[in-house]
């Protein structure tokens, strides 16, 4: 993306490409209190419809969304993520991973209900492409969310800023905002069991020495003997509904249409 001073078809996720098992542990003490599941349950309720979720990775989020939906397909541009994440879904037979990228979803036109990303692809400028192929896919009424974290909300904010210094949060504001989407921000508790996990989880997300500072402020947030070491976290959870009206909507993608496979 520009704002990360480079442009690509895909920008490499070390986090998740290269510690696909810590980044599994830091799905897991992520959003303990389900904050944004219930955000997203009442802006883009999925009960019914067809689900898909941008930059999947290993599937982490496919079983909470096929739990109600009528489909769901994840899309991932990296192989070895794109493996776990079918051999997570195995056995459920309303959700497909296909290989893919924001850019080229492979999907019909007006096919889906919601698109979901979280933290992949959709930074800001140089997201519009991505913004483009959505529109394409997404019936008219339909939904799509994207939930990225908030440099506003300390300490985990000052943090990524200390590792992305020409990140400007005001510009990637207003760029969503002129795009029609609309922003709620929504403070998370993480929770690590030990602190064995936290630093691996911190040491995958931040610079060796931006992750030590991270490991002692979340420990000085902790008292001394607690069970489990707690973190807020900040997100924002950006919303653009696409018009109804202007586009046909095509036939469901449960039996119908087709579905682009590597």
């Known amino acids: 993306m520009r704002i990360f001073g480079r442009r690509s078809e895909v920008v490499p996720s070390p986090n998740i490409w290269y510690h696909a098992d810590v980044y599994e542990r830091e799905n897991q003490v992520q959003d303990v209190d389900d904050e944004i599941w219930a955000h997203l349950a009442d802006v883009a309720p999925w009960s019914g419809g067809d689900v898909v979720d941008v930059g999947c990775g290993t599937g982490f989020h496919l079983p909470r969304f096929a739990a109600t939906a009528r489909s769901v397909v994840g899309v991932e541009p990296h192989p070895p993520l794109v493996r776990r994440a079918r051999e997570r879904v195995e056995g459920l037979p309303s959700v497909t991973v296909l290989r893919g990228t924001a850019q080229r ?87 690590f069991p030990d602190r064995r996990v936290l630093e691996a989880v911190l040491r995958i997300e ?19 003997g607690a069970r489990s070491l707690e973190l807020p976290v900040g997100y924002r959870v950006l919303l653009r509904r696409k018009p109804v009206g202007l586009l046909r909507a095509s036939e469901p993608l449960t039996g119908h249409g087709t579905l682009a496979e590597p």
Do not use: K
């Not at 997404?138 to 800023?161: E, H």
């Not at 992305?164 to 795009?179: G, H, K, M, T």
């Not at 931040?206 to 001394?224: E, G, H, I, K």
């Open 206 to 224: 931040f610079s060796p020495m931006v992750a030590s500072r991270a490991v002692v402020d979340t420990l000085r947030l902790n008292r001394q």
């Open 105 to 191: 979803l492979p999907l019909p036109e007006s096919s889906v209900d919601v698109v979901h990303a979280r933290t992949a692809y959709f930074f800001g400028p140089g997201c519009e492409p991505g913004l483009r192929e959505v529109d394409r896919v997404l019936r008219p009424g339909g939904v799509l969310v994207i939930v990225d974290l908030d440099t506003g909300v300390a300490p985990y904010g000052d943090w990524m800023l200390a590792d992305l210094p020409r990140y400007r949060a005001a510009e990637v504001d207003a760029f969503f905002a002129e795009e029609g989407f609309t922003c709620r921000r929504i403070t998370t508790r993480w929770s």
